[in-house]
């Protein structure tokens, strides 16, 4: 192409925890946001995948959204109530405008090439080319539904966690909800309270009477670093650390609503078959099956393993192995809110010091 690119020395691809832990950190470190750097962001709005969450999941509800560094969520988090998708989104504004950080929005990545000494990297806000990139572009754009046969002959409608809105929805429908985690469990007890529904998991969910023991945590995060150290997929870290009992969960389990069922084998037009024979007809399939991470737009830099895996390294496991001009921050280990911030700082201090940027 014979486009102009705009030169920079670092572009971040996304605003959420992850790519503002990281742009607050390059800025920390002497960088000029704007000029040696500049935050790409694909929505209209601050707040990442956050401001897409259904209304329901509140700051109450919600694991913890941990602070982002060198500005509290105290502040603006209001009453416990109050709804994550408004006010992490309040937050992020106020923090993108206190640290000066001039996040460019809406501007989605579509592919980002090597040329050589640089990275091209192509969005609908134009053409840019830097010395290094730091990803931190989540997993909502990545919705995973696993595959079953049958599935397209299904009449009735499926849907995923991330086009769940409200339970009302669903009145007077019979709703299949699949998977064990966390969401799976919170629009389980939302619909089983105005529906029928029926839950299947693929293996017997593991419930934690006991608090949540940062040991485990630890351990879970630990787990996940070295599959991606070793260029494997990395799992979910909660998938690790089991569902805490909560009252909600305790509510359930008193109504019925927690009665759970294997994975069905074959998808009917109206509904689900198990493996020996047993049919239930469901009106609705919800698929609380998770995300992976988005990073199609990176697709021609070839990272992938033929696991399917990228293999990571630096100190936070943060740097890719094939390229190092390329961080993934909000990946992996780091795919919490308190994860996604220790990310984006160890991303900012290695690119920085990989591309001789630091004085
Ligand atoms: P996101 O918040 O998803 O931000 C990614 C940003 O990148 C978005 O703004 C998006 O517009 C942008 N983007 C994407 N693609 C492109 C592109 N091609 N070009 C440009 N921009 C792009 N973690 C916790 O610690 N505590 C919790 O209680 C908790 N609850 C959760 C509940 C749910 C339902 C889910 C799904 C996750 C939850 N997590 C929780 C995980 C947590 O939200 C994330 O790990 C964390 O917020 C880090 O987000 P991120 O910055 O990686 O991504």
């Given at each position: 192409?014979?486009?102009?690119?705009?030169?920079?020395?670092?572009?971040?691809?996304?605003?959420?925890?992850?790519?503002?832990?990281?742009?607050?950190?390059?800025?920390?470190?002497?960088?000029?946001?704007?000029?040696?750097?500049?935050?790409?962001?694909?929505?209209?709005?601050p707040g990442g995948a956050w401001q897409h969450r259904?209304?329901?999941?509140?700051?109450?509800?919600?694991?913890?959204?941990?602070?982002?560094?060198?500005?509290?969520?105290?502040?603006?988090?209001?009453?416990?109530?109050?709804?994550?998708?408004?006010?992490?989104?309040?937050?992020?504004?106020?923090?993108?405008?206190?640290?000066?950080?001039?996040?460019?929005?809406?501007?989605?990545?579509?592919?980002?090439?090597?040329?050589?000494?640089?990275?091209?990297?192509?969005?609908?806000?134009?053409?840019?080319?830097?010395?290094?990139?730091?990803?931190?572009?989540?997993t909502w754009e990545k919705p995973y539904i696993p595959?079953?046969?049958?599935?397209?002959?299904?009449?009735?409608?499926?849907?995923?966690?991330?086009?769940?809105?409200?339970?009302?929805?669903?009145?007077?429908?019979?709703?299949?909800?699949?998977?064990?985690?966390?969401?799976?469990?919170?629009?389980?007890?939302?619909i089983s309270q105005v529906t029928r529904t029926t839950?299947?998991?693929?293996?017997?969910?593991?419930?934690?009477?006991?608090?949540?023991?940062?040991?485990?945590?630890?351990?879970?995060?630990?787990?996940?670093?070295?599959?991606?150290?070793?260029?494997?997929?990395?799992?979910?870290?909660?998938?690790?650390?089991?569902?805490?009992?909560?009252?909600?969960?305790?509510?359930?389990?008193?109504?019925?609503?927690?009665?759970?069922?294997?994975?069905?084998?074959?998808?009917?037009?109206?509904?689900?078959?198990?493996?020996?024979?047993?049919?239930?007809?469901?009106?609705?399939?919800?698929?609380?099956?998770?995300?992976?991470?988005?990073?199609?737009?990176?697709?021609?830099?070839?990272?992938?393993?033929?696991?399917?895996?990228?293999?990571?390294?630096?100190?936070?496991?943060?740097?890719?192995?094939?390229?190092?001009?390329?961080?993934?921050?909000?990946?992996?280990?780091?795919?919490?809110?308190?994860?996604?911030?220790?990310?984006?700082?160890?991303?900012?201090?290695?690119?920085?010091?990989?591309?001789?940027?630091?004085?």
């Amino acid at each position: 192409s014979v486009r102009p690119a705009l030169k920079l020395p670092i572009v971040v691809i996304g605003a959420g925890q992850a790519g503002l832990s990281a742009a607050y950190h390059l800025k920390q470190l002497g960088l000029d946001p704007g000029r040696d750097f500049l935050v790409l962001d694909a929505d209209a709005h601050p707040g990442g995948a956050w401001q897409h969450r259904w209304s329901s999941l509140t700051l109450t509800t919600v694991n913890r959204v941990h602070d982002l560094p060198g500005m509290g969520f105290g502040d603006f988090a209001g009453d416990e109530s109050v709804r994550a998708s408004v006010a992490v989104p309040h937050y992020f504004a106020a923090y993108e405008e206190h640290f000066g950080l001039n996040v460019l929005r809406p501007a989605r990545v579509s592919v980002v090439c090597d040329r050589g000494e640089r990275l091209r990297i192509e969005s609908d806000r134009g053409l840019f080319s830097a010395r290094g990139i730091i990803n931190a572009t989540g997993t909502w754009e990545k919705p995973y539904i696993p595959p079953y046969p049958g599935a397209e002959s299904f009449g009735g409608i499926q849907l995923h966690t991330k086009d769940y809105v409200s339970a009302d929805i669903f009145g007077g429908k019979h709703v299949l909800v699949v998977g064990g985690g966390i969401s799976a469990i919170q629009l389980l007890d939302e619909i089983s309270q105005v529906t029928r529904t029926t839950w299947v998991t693929r293996t017997p969910p593991r419930f934690r009477e006991a608090p949540f023991d940062q040991e485990a945590g630890r351990q879970a995060v630990a787990m996940v670093e070295e599959r991606v150290r070793a260029g494997l997929p990395p799992r979910a870290v909660v998938s690790v650390t089991g569902l805490p009992v909560t009252p909600a969960i305790v509510a359930m389990r008193e109504r019925g609503a927690l009665n759970r069922l294997p994975m069905f084998s074959e998808i009917l037009p109206a509904g689900v078959r198990w493996e020996d024979g047993t049919r239930l007809d469901v009106d609705v399939i919800l698929w609380c099956t998770g995300f992976q991470s988005a990073l199609d737009h990176l697709a021609p830099l070839q990272l992938r393993e033929p696991s399917g895996g990228i293999t990571m390294t630096g100190r936070l496991a943060t740097q890719v192995a094939k390229d190092p001009r390329v961080h993934l921050v909000g990946y992996g280990p780091s795919a919490s809110t308190i994860g996604a911030n220790r990310a984006g700082s160890a991303a900012a201090r290695e690119l920085t010091a990989f591309l001789g940027l630091r004085p």
